[in-house]
């Protein structure tokens, strides 16, 4: 199990007895680029996750060694000026570091050692599990407990700073999950509510493109919550209070759709629609209607695809040869986009051979080799016992 592993290698190399906690990836049934434009969204946490092990270490340095990419150890002096780190995750470290700093949050010095199994890249939000695992972890070490509502926010002003003004949606997901539901979160008031997981006899799992996504400074996904943006400030000129696409209806939308850029038109038109699908998917997971999920999924994916333009030729294939298999209700693109998963609800006796077909055919198509994840959901950030 990699939570002992890195336990052991701690115990070895710094101190007995560490704090150990778990952070896990997240998954996203429906509801996806609503989170920004402060809609709805129903994601999930899983059981693949990023495990810290920390100690106090009586310095004034926090030293943090990892095993999730190649092995690689930084230092940060709490008394001195932070510089970019080589390795991606430094700098997410750096920036919560500074962050706390400036809140005058009472940081001491102490040592961490992570890893984990969340596939960098993948559209699991490994990013949102490294920064409020490392700030839950932090805040144990330090004695003064970060409530998890600010751990959210604090993680999410990490992501901006390095460059993806994301919403708050994988933060709430990876800290609120709880195993074997659905996470509603209502983006504007920031409420959320379980939904059970109600489809007995289907099985959800992800099938990784292994088309890598870099959702960075200038992305797309930047362009896109642009163009949201752009719509609300042409329907707030015609009704003044109009703050975010949650308050713009379709008949807002047409109304100004000759004054608007077409392009921009179509991404606003797309989230309003999805903040629709994860309502009735609420409703299909309460009655176990597992067909209508299915179709919704379907329906999710094609309109990120003509809509709001993130998928891939690779993933609308993936979705689009699935839909031809007996047994597969439905698969749509799941994150960012641009790469990554489809999350697939496939009947649970024909998962294996579905599975297999589908990583088969992608590999004739694309010369790809598919990587295929089963799902289980799992509680949200925690230490471990």
């Known amino acids: 199990m990699i939570a002992s592993k890195i336990k052991t290698y701690f115990e070895t190399n710094y101190a007995k ?31 693949k996750a990023i ?33 970019a780190f080589e390795a991606f995750w430094g700098n997410y470290f750096k920036a919560i570091i500074e962050i706390l700093i400036e809140k005058k949050y009472p ?23 490294l920064c409020c695992g490392y700030l839950h972890a932090l805040s144990k070490v330090c004695d003064k407990e970060i409530p998890k509502e600010e751990i959210a926010l604090i993680a999410q002003k990490a992501e901006h700073r390095i460059g993806l003004n994301c919403g708050l949606m994988d933060q709430y997901a990876v800290l609120f999950g709880k195993r074997n539901n659905a996470l509603f979160l209502d983006c504007k008031d ?21 088309i890598k996504h870099n959702l960075a400074v200038d992305s797309e996904y930047n362009k896109r919550r642009g163009s949201c943006e752009a719509i609300v400030n042409t329907v707030n000129e015609k009704r003044p ?15 100004v759709q000759k004054e608007v850029d077409p392009i921009d038109y179509k991404r606003a ?33 094609w309109a990120m695809s003509k809509e709001f333009e993130i998928t891939t030729e690779e993933l609308d294939f993936l979705v689009e040869n699935g839909q031809r298999l007996e047994g597969v209700m439905g698969s749509r693109m799941m994150g960012g986009g641009f790469g990554g998963c489809t999350i697939n609800l496939i009947k649970t006796d024909k998962l294996k051979e579905n599975l297999e077909r589908m990583v088969k055919d992608y590999k004739d198509k694309t010369g790809i080799d598919a990587e295929v994840y089963h799902l289980k959901i799992d509680d949200g950030v925690h230490v471990m016992e």
Request: aromatic share 8%; glycine share 8%.
């Open 269 to 301: 038109h797309y989230v309003l629609q999805e903040n629709n699908r994860v309502l009735k998917m609420m409703e299909s997971l309460n009655s176990g209607d597992a067909k209508t999920a299915g179709n919704i999924l379907l329906e999710g994916h």
């Open 241 to 255: 209070g109009t703050s975010s696409l949650r308050d713009v209806t379709l008949d807002d939308l047409k109304n």
């Open 190 to 210: 920031l409420t959320h509510k379980y939904i059970p997981i109600n489809l007995d006899g289907y099985s959800w799992a992800l099938i990784n493109s292994n």
């Open 51 to 83: 495990y810290f092990a920390v100690s106090p270490n009586n310095t004034d340095k926090i030293n943090i060694e990892t095993f999730i990419s190649s092995p690689e150890k930084i230092t940060f002096d709490l008394q001195g000026s932070q510089t």
């Open 17 to 47: 007895n560490p704090l150990i906690v778990k952070s896990p990836g997240r998954i996203n049934l429906i509801g996806e680029h609503t989170d920004y434009n402060l809609g709805y969204v129903l994601p999930a946490s899983i059981e």
């Open 107 to 129: 940081l001491k010095g102490f040592d961490c050692v992570f890893g984990g199994d969340i596939p960098i890249g993948s559209g699991l939000s490994s990013s949102a599990a």
